[in-house]
């Protein structure tokens, strides 16, 4: 792909970085002929007047608005401008500018490019670490995709759909949003494996509110999550691959093999055990299959782990569970008649006892499920790796 190295601009957004953010830009100057800083509001120095002279361009809200509103503001200038890829990168000099090189060979228009941080470094903290696996499984469940670092600020991302896609996230929970409704747009992911700096523990100033914002993309992971559960299509923009009953009717071998090593991680096998429990103690008469085969397809989950673990739930014993605990939170006590007449003479009230009861049970039992396929999964996990070295 022919480009034009005006097309391409780097973008930091900066919020009340004064110490870091000169430094940061010059640098990234020197590998980029655009840069643009998002003053998002700082109140710890006037950025216009620290880049005067510079030829940095400063757009400045006159407020805190968020991360996300800084990146959406300074597309929309790298649009005005006849930009077509933008390149961000944090203000606080946790990424190293040296790495835009890295970028520039993959910019693609269909492509979203994400800084892979190397963890391997000294300082990262241990919520870091965690967030990232956790956000990792989310976009896994919505796209059916797997990217090393969905919370890396240093990304690449193309102008051209960017306009395109409806986001709501204004703050971190922009980030979050963008890749998946990129990938449901059609777009693809690279990755690029970058560096990272942690300044020790005391010495840290981030403007992460870990209450707020941590709320904020849990929200926006569950949104998402529930739209990959409805039923209809998501808008591409990129027409779509080769669907999976076409490679079925082309190679059988291929597409069951795929079905067999679909999200097959620990993480995802446990996440495929708790949705097949909780569907399989559900009082879904006769349509357990059913909705498991739905549930799975539609958060690209194992299916073959989510349809045999159900079988846990087959009656009697967890039906019957389900009923006893359901009519005791309905009557305050248990249930001892279990004859024919007693169950299915009354089968309305037995079908809410069940339902009332796999409330509680299901849940529990997923989550055990889940816990005991992770460990299962990942003790043979490190056994094969053990044994093929």
């Given at each position: 792909?022919?480009?034009?190295?005006?097309?391409?601009?780097?973008?930091?957004?900066?919020?009340?970085?004064?110490?870091?953010?000169?430094?940061?830009?010059?640098?990234?100057?020197?590998?980029?002929?655009?840069?643009?800083?998002?003053?998002?509001?700082?109140?710890?120095?006037?950025?216009?007047?620290?880049?005067?002279?510079?030829?940095?361009?400063?757009?400045?809200?006159?407020?805190?608005?968020?991360?996300?509103?800084?990146?959406?503001?300074?597309?929309?200038?790298?649009?005005?401008?006849?930009?077509?890829?933008?390149?961000?990168?944090?203000?606080?000099?946790?990424?190293?500018?040296?790495?835009?090189?890295?970028?520039?060979?993959?910019?693609?228009?269909?492509?979203?490019?994400?800084?892979?941080?190397?963890?391997?470094?000294?300082?990262?903290?241990?919520?870091?670490?965690?967030?990232?696996?956790?956000?990792?499984?989310?976009?896994?469940?919505?796209?059916?995709?797997?990217?090393?670092?969905?919370?890396?600020?240093?990304?690449?991302?193309?102008?051209?759909?960017?306009?395109?896609?409806?986001?709501?996230?204004?703050?971190?929970?922009?980030?979050?949003?963008?890749?998946?409704?990129?990938?449901?747009?059609?777009?693809?992911?690279?990755?690029?494996?970058?560096?990272?700096?942690?300044?020790?523990?005391?010495?840290?100033?981030?403007?992460?509110?870990?209450?707020?914002?941590?709320?904020?993309?849990s929200l926006?992971?569950?949104?998402?999550?529930?739209?990959?559960?409805?039923?209809?299509?998501?808008?591409?923009?990129?027409?779509?691959?080769?669907?999976?009953?076409?490679?079925?009717?082309?190679?059988?071998?291929?597409?069951?093999?795929?079905?067999?090593?679909?999200?097959?991680?620990?993480?995802?096998?446990?996440?495929?055990?708790?949705?097949?429990v909780l569907l399989g103690?559900?009082?879904?008469?006769?349509?357990?299959?059913?909705?498991?085969?739905?549930?799975?397809?539609?958060?690209?989950?194992?299916?073959?782990?989510?349809?045999?673990?159900?079988?846990?739930?087959?009656?009697?014993?967890?039906?019957?569970?389900?009923?006893?605990?359901?009519?005791?939170?309905?009557?305050?006590?248990?249930?001892?008649?279990?004859?024919?007449?007693?169950?299915?003479?009354?089968?309305?009230?037995?079908?809410?006892?069940?339902?009332?009861?796999?409330?509680?049970?299901?849940?529990?039992?997923?989550?055990?499920?889940?816990?005991?396929?992770?460990?299962?999964?990942?003790?043979?996990?490190?056994?094969?790796?053990?044994?093929?070295?």
């Amino acid at each position: 792909m022919d480009i034009s190295k005006d097309t391409i601009w780097c973008v930091i957004p900066a919020y009340n970085n004064s110490a870091t953010v000169k430094a940061v830009a010059l640098a990234c100057q020197r590998m980029v002929e655009n840069v643009l800083v998002v003053d998002d509001g700082s109140i710890d120095a006037d950025l216009s007047g620290l880049f005067q002279g510079t030829g940095i361009f400063v757009l400045r809200h006159p407020c805190n608005l968020g991360k996300g509103r800084a990146i959406l503001s300074a597309f929309e200038h790298v649009s005005s401008k006849g930009g077509r890829f933008m390149i961000t990168l944090d203000a606080d000099g946790q990424h190293y500018p040296q790495d835009l090189e890295k970028f520039l060979p993959l910019l693609d228009e269909g492509a979203l490019i994400v800084g892979c941080r190397d963890f391997s470094c000294e300082n990262i903290p241990a919520k870091s670490r965690f967030g990232r696996r956790f956000s990792n499984l989310w976009f896994r469940l919505e796209t059916g995709r797997d990217c090393a670092d969905t919370q890396s600020g240093f990304r690449v991302y193309p102008v051209k759909y960017l306009s395109c896609l409806r986001l709501a996230g204004r703050r971190y929970d922009f980030e979050t949003e963008v890749l998946t409704r990129g990938v449901w747009a059609g777009l693809t992911i690279k990755e690029v494996p970058i560096k990272v700096w942690y300044p020790p523990a005391g010495q840290r100033r981030s403007s992460f509110h870990p209450l707020a914002d941590n709320l904020r993309i849990s929200l926006m992971h569950c949104g998402l999550v529930l739209r990959s559960l409805a039923p209809w299509p998501h808008k591409r923009l990129i027409p779509a691959p080769e669907t999976a009953w076409a490679q079925f009717l082309r190679d059988p071998r291929v597409f069951m093999r795929s079905l067999l090593w679909e999200n097959a991680s620990p993480a995802g096998l446990a996440a495929s055990a708790f949705a097949g429990v909780l569907l399989g103690a559900l009082p879904l008469i006769s349509s357990h299959t059913l909705a498991i085969l739905y549930v799975t397809s539609r958060l690209h989950l194992n299916k073959i782990m989510a349809l045999a673990i159900q079988n846990i739930c087959m009656p009697p014993l967890v039906p019957v569970a389900c009923v006893e605990l359901g009519y005791y939170m309905r009557h305050g006590r248990w249930l001892t008649d279990l004859s024919w007449h007693a169950v299915f003479g009354h089968i309305g009230a037995r079908l809410y006892d069940w339902l009332l009861g796999s409330l509680v049970i299901a849940p529990v039992l997923a989550a055990i499920s889940a816990g005991l396929v992770y460990v299962v999964a990942a003790r043979l996990r490190s056994n094969g790796k053990k044994y093929a070295a």
